[in-house]
């Protein structure tokens, strides 16, 4: 028994010493009592709202453990009847607003409503059933999103905001109406979503789950024409154990390969030569743009929910992006462009399935210019969990299946390929690659400590050739973006910088099992670089098979062929999607095609008065019979807004002041022209 | 004209109020929201043209020109008594004219000129006595009152800072300006008892002084002017009708707490509480009384105005601050509570309307005498909107410790057409009922706590016999969920349960073990809630639950409305010793379940009847029974 002393609470009639903690809810935990919640999540900012960690204080009532910090004294009871009517009572209303299919749910046995409500032994609902169904959103290629499944905790609009800085997810109306939707209750695939899916990484129910393609694998894997190819990403080796009973981190890649050849794969790759590749290419590009002079950062760009948060938040952003395709589509393409030759085969016989920690990948496979006459470099990707799923439905065994090698010759990696996993080790298989390749030195000390672990940014400062090189990590978009605006105030200077979009890198993927805590998260990281160390190789350069693929196929690192395979272009996503309104619709023969954007910055310098005066001027010059006006959404000339376009050509800082003087220089000598 | 220290705040003051004086006549036009929705703006008009009319000098400004004396109409803020509007006030003689409209322009002008009497029609007549009344003080509504912070409004012309000033506006901003110190401000605040008028009833002195403690440069005052209840106006009428003196509230406020900014966040359905807020801060700024070194001391306040996008949340205090932060009006749990972390992450002190409305006489007259009336708990005047089956409703103000009886009997005037008192809602949607046995109860915040009502924003319905207790639960309930932000659990999934089993009930398809699931429920949504809207949403419940539980189960079990009120439990019978089979009903009926032989009784067909009542007004002998 504790001796009570001035700094002591009672939980429960038992004295408890406090020790800074900042909350109840973490204090009772300590002391051994669960208590439930929904939307407590140590990473993001308390919220407060399921009402699931209530206990009774003595004198004050019923509070949120969660919310309220403890003060020396306090009587706190956790399994009053209060507290459990409380409970019972948002459990049930939870329940009955729910869409109760639980039985075909994806989170079936994985779900936080299911585990708590038999925790608790509600066994009767005392309310109606659910009076409204809404529309099931499967729009985008990572996530499906069922709002009737939603209890509306939260966890997902915080993640979205604060750790990843996007935001595309939010409530709205009011009462039992609300929902979290995008805004306008537009799809997941038309706002700025990125697909990193870390809404449903925390989502504790199936109203955000990974979109799964589990059963176009099995057809794929029954298919006789099919050559099925696998590619096994490094984060996936360290996590797959976890769905079946093993230790977080625990390396399990043999096992892996011996699954998937047992599932029927005909070969099983590893995308760690493709990360070797990526940083043949990408730290030849480093090198180039430093010896150039090349303003800017180089960002890496083999995350793809960070490349695309890139194409839709900065236009300038996309001349820093490294072209190189990520180790994914290097791999899909290298299958399919040589590999498939050198097998007698059409590209089209071949099938790659990506066995990735990562939502986005699906996203990525999915892009048009990653399939080159109809048929894609990479034909489907599953997660971890998907994985996972294939291996139960099989029935092996998984902690008993013999381990097995990767296939060759896409089955010999090095420990940069593998450290790819984790946040920082892109940067850090770069600094080993470009320290050797600029110095023409062997670098002995092959680890990057600092640019290692979870801190948001992390930093290296290496010189090559008396020349200080300055890289930057960050992992959590919202990190990034901090970082970018640090970066175009001047206040920090990079060369290289490596963007991981989950907190933690693909460790922490959305694919990956779903229990993401912090001691999960360290102890996958630790798996990585224990993988790192037992590598007979430790550097993408020394990579044997690598070196043969530029011989055979690819000449040299950004040689023509090398772009031709692996590298890519980018375009800006800036626009948001919708429809023109029109205003004018000219019948004439003789028109002109005039429109004004009414995106963000346009508007906020007045171009609805620009458009309102072009209206009037027309009426005014008597041309408005011949004008197809137009109010568009971002002509992405946004450092001069407003926007105008006449015909194809767009033109800047065209205030309602300036319209007189325009109609006479551009829009009637254009009619002119046309007349002719 | 600037004022810029404190001695010309006092002439100045005296100048204007010497304006006043060389007045013959005042008219004063009531231009509340009430008023002016019922016309008084075209009243204002007709009687300006009238006096004109007549050559009689007449200026639209408060204060005539040397030399000169006259006529002055102005309009003013609400008097209250909304509806007896368009009112019109005399003055001198506080003569009020009561539903005047523009056609009684002429006679109003012409009694006035002539020096008749006053115009006898236009005056108060009681519903139930049939005196008639001349002066305003004298009419019972008024007579039982206690207006303090009400006491300008209806009385000058809030869209002129100079009648404020004259009737001694900004003098206790002046005064702690030059003789306080903040602390002095917050100990004077706490020693007078204020409590916050917003519902909630904290002390008002220890938010001040939790909030000037709070370390940090930048603080924010912050004006809560959401006022969202149905039926309740009181602080749009103070804001409407006195808006400097919420003004000066938040400029001493600012001063004791160490805030440089202030907001108000006033409802967009305000118009015009929100122009005549504008009007007095621009006057305030032009005058100096606002804005840098205020009256020569250094003190610096601003004061912006936010306008709110009719969300009752957001009179929550944290949601209104995410509200004026440009974000959804979403609660967040406390602490960390605004005096620490409010707007924007500053410490921010935030006030009701009619808190800040108090301040200015707590400052001048001392909080000894504020404690001199209301109760020693709950000291001062409380602003309610009476409204529901009385003779009188309107705005009214009463010391705190006036009984129940007090407000409905003498300021209320009693029940219309002499119906029996059921019941009093108080507190809007987020109290509870008050009924017989509590008549003499002396009300104030914590004795209706104690039985589980709250003074909430203060709006008053009275009931009758007729009012049923089920549906009015219903609607309040309906109201609460509509408004729940839907931010936790037991507000949004409760309040959506406990109207589905009220609706169900009044629909005359309750269930018998409803009655406990909606306690139970009712009970855990009060516990469980996030912020006050959930945890007092089950309070008209609870409080129907308590003292009209027979009516409920009346609902559920025996499927009967006794009031007569929800049409679903409704039934129509024909008493055959009264029907003389005259055969009107059955040819009124719509649907054709009124059958029989002329001059023998006829039958309703209850699985027909579809409970309209065109039967029941269509007979000449009243045979037909409801129920």
């Keep these: ?676 | 004209m600037k004022i810029d220290s404190r001695e010309t705040l006092n002439t100045m003051g005296k100048t204007w109020k010497e304006g006043f004086a060389k007045e013959t006549a005042r008219i004063l036009v009531c231009a509340g929201t009430g008023c002016v929705a019922n016309g008084s703006l075209q009243v204002y008009e007709a009687l300006k043209a009238e006096v004109q009319r007549r050559n009689a000098y007449v200026s639209v400004e408060m204060l005539l020109e040397e030399g000169q004396s006259g006529t002055t109409i102005v309009k003013s803020g609400c008097h209250g008594f909304c509806e007896m509007g368009p009112l019109v006030r005399l003055e001198p003689g506080g003569i009020l004219y009561i539903k005047v409209s523009k056609d009684d322009a002429t006679d109003i002008v012409t009694a006035l000129l002539e020096g008749k009497g006053p115009v006898e029609r236009l005056l108060y007549k009681h519903p139930v006595t049939g005196e008639i009344y001349a002066e305003e003080s004298n009419i019972p509504f008024y007579k039982h009152q206690t207006r303090t912070v009400l006491q300008h409004c209806g009385v000058i012309d809030p869209e002129d800072i100079r009648e404020y000033i004259a009737e001694g506006g900004y003098q206790a901003l002046a005064k702690v300006l030059h003789e306080m110190s903040p602390a002095d401000v917050c100990q004077e605040v706490i020693d007078s008892g204020l409590r916050g008028r917003g519902g909630g009833g904290f002390p008002t002195g220890r938010k001040w002084e939790a909030t000037r403690i709070s370390e940090g440069e930048k603080k924010y005052v912050v004006c809560n002017g959401d006022e969202g209840d149905p039926g309740a106006f009181m602080d749009r009428s103070v804001m409407e009708g006195d808006p400097h003196k919420v003004l000066e509230g938040m400029a001493i406020a600012g001063y004791a707490v160490g805030a440089d900014e202030g907001y108000i966040y006033v409802r967009a359905e305000y118009p015009l509480a929100v122009q005549r807020l504008e009007t007095a801060i621009k006057q305030a700024l032009e005058m100096g009384l606002l804005g840098e070194n205020i009256l020569g001391t250094g003190f610096n306040f601003r004061i912006k105005i936010k306008e709110g996008a009719g969300a009752f949340v957001c009179g929550e205090e944290t949601a209104l601050l995410a509200s004026i932060e440009g974000e959804r009006g979403m609660p967040r749990p406390k602490p960390p509570f605004p005096a620490q972390s409010g707007l924007w992450g500053k410490p921010t002190l935030i006030n009701n309307v009619e808190t800040f409305a108090n301040v200015p006489k707590v400052i001048n007259d001392g909080a000894k005498v504020f404690r001199k009336s209301g109760t020693a708990k709950s000291p001062g005047t409380k602003t309610f909107a009476l409204t529901g089956q009385v003779a009188n409703t309107g705005l009214i103000e009463v010391p705190m410790g006036i009984t129940l009886r007090d407000i409905v009997y003498e300021i209320g005037g009693g029940l219309r057409n002499g119906k029996r008192f059921k019941a009093v809602q108080i507190g809007g949607p987020s109290g509870g009922c008050l009924t017989e046995q509590h008549m003499d109860m002396e009300l104030d915040f914590d004795s209706l706590l104690s039985v589980g009502a709250m003074i909430g924003s203060g709006g008053l319905v009275v009931t009758n016999e007729d009012t049923c207790m089920v549906e009015f639960a219903r609607y309040f309930m309906n109201f609460t969920q509509n408004e729940s932000c839907g931010k936790c659990v037991p507000c949004r999934e409760g309040t959506k349960r406990m109207l589905e089993m009220l609706q169900r009930a009044v629909d005359g398809e309750g269930r018998p073990e409803d009655v406990e699931i909606l306690e139970d429920l009712a009970e855990a949504v009060k516990d469980g809630s996030l912020c006050g809207l959930g945890k007092t949403a089950p309070n008209p419940v609870l409080s129907m639950l308590k003292y009209f539980k027979d009516e409920y189960v009346a609902h559920v079990v025996d499927k009967r409305c006794p009031a007569g009120v929800c049409k679903a439990l409704l039934g129509y019978s024909i008493d055959p010793e009264s029907c003389k089979g005259c055969s009107k009903c059955s040819r009124v009926c719509p649907v054709g379940a009124i059958t029989g032989e002329i001059k023998k009784p006829y039958r309703i067909d209850s699985e027909k009847c579809i409970k309209c009542g065109a039967c029941v007004s269509s007979c000449p002998f009243k045979a037909i029974k409801e129920g």
């Design chain 1, 1 to 676: 028994m504790m001796t009570v002393t001035a700094n002591s609470v009672f939980i429960d009639n038992q004295p408890v010493e406090l020790n800074g903690e900042v909350n109840l809810l973490t204090l009772v935990r300590k002391v051994g009592v669960e208590l439930p919640t929904f939307c407590y999540h140590s990473e993001l900012s308390i919220y407060g709202a399921c009402r699931m960690c209530v206990v009774e204080i003595e004198g004050r009532g019923i509070v949120a453990a969660c919310s309220t910090p403890p003060t020396p004294g306090m009587r706190i009871l956790t399994n009053s009847p209060r507290v459990q009517r409380v409970r019972r009572t948002v459990l049930e209303l939870l329940l009955a607003n729910h869409e109760r299919e639980c039985t075909t749910c994806e989170k079936n046995g994985n779900c936080k409503l299911q585990d708590l409500a038999n925790r608790f032994g509600v066994r009767k609902i005392r309310f109606g059933e659910r009076d409204m169904k809404l529309p099931i959103d499967d729009s985008s290629a990572s996530i499906v999103r069922d709002p009737n499944k939603c209890i509306l905790c939260g966890d997902c609009v915080r993640m979205c905001s604060e750790v990843q800085g996007i935001g595309i997810l939010n409530f709205a109306n009011r009462g039992s109406k609300v929902q979290v939707t995008p805004a306008f209750n537009k799809k997941m695939a038309e706002v700025e979503c990125v697909n990193c899916g870390q809404c449903s990484a925390v989502c504790p129910t199936g109203a955000l789950v990974v979109k799964s393609q589990v059963n176009q694998a099995w057809k794929a894997l029954a298919d006789p024409s099919k050559v099925v190819v696998a590619q096994v990403a490094p984060a996936v080796r360290v996590a797959l154990g976890e769905e079946f009973g093993m230790e977080a981190g625990q390396i399990v890649t043999g096992k892996v390969v011996g699954a998937l050849k047992r599932l029927g794969f005909d070969k099983v790759f590893d995308t760690c030569i493709a990360a070797d590749l990526t940083i043949m290419e990408e730290t030849t590009e480093l090198i180039e743009r430093l010896e150039k002079g090349i303003e800017g950062p180089l960002f890496t760009s083999c995350c793809p929910a960070w490349v695309k948060y890139a194409e839709h938040n900065g236009s300038n952003l996309l001349k820093n992006l490294s072209t190189c395709r990520s180790p994914q589509q290097m791999f899909g393409s290298l299958v399919k462009r040589y590999w498939a030759k050198e097998l007698g085969k059409e590209p089209k016989d071949i099938y790659v399935i990506s066995i990735m920690p990562c939502t986005a990948k699906k996203f990525e496979a999915a892009r048009p210019e990653f399939t080159v006459d109809g048929v894609p470099d990479v034909d489907l990707v599953l997660t971890t969990q998907e994985l996972s799923q294939m291996i139960r439905e099989s029935g092996l065994d998984f902690a008993a299946v013999d381990p097995d090698s990767f296939d060759m010759p896409f089955g010999f990696t090095t420990g940069a390929g593998v450290i790819f996993g984790a946040s920082g080790g892109v940067a850090e298989a770069a600094l080993r690659a470009a320290y050797e390749m600029v110095t023409g030195e062997v670098l002995e000390q092959v680890n990057f400590e600092s640019i290692r672990g979870f801190a948001g940014l992390k930093e290296a400062t290496v010189n090559l050739n008396g020349k200080e090189v300055k890289v930057a990590v960050v992992h959590g978009l919202g990190n990034a973006k901090e970082l970018l605006n640090k970066l175009n105030s001047g206040e920090a200077k990079y060369d290289f910088v490596e963007v991981m979009a989950c907190p933690g890198g693909c460790i922490s993927g959305a694919g990956q099992p779903q229990a993401v805590d912090m001691n999960t998260k360290k102890a996958r990281a630790r798996g990585i670089y224990h993988a790192d160390k037992l590598s007979q190789l430790r550097k993408s350069q020394d990579n044997p098979v690598v070196a043969k693929f530029y011989e055979k196929w690819l000449q040299r690192p950004n040689s023509h062929e090398a772009h031709e395979t692996l590298h890519t272009s980018y375009s800006t996503r800036a626009r948001i999607t919708g429809e023109d309104i029109e205003l004018l619709n000219s019948d004439r023969e003789h028109k002109v095609d005039l429109a004004v954007c009414l995106g963000t910055c346009c508007y906020t310098k007045g171009s609805y008065d620009t458009l309102q005066e072009f209206i009037r001027q027309a009426e005014r010059n008597g041309i408005k019979e011949q004008l197809n006006l137009h109010a568009t959404f971002c002509l992405e000339g946004c450092e001069n807004s407003p926007s105008v376009r006449v015909n194809d050509q767009i033109y800047g800082g065209i205030t309602a002041e300036r319209v007189g003087t325009f109609i006479q220089e551009k829009v009637l000598p254009e009619l002119e022209r046309n007349k002719e």
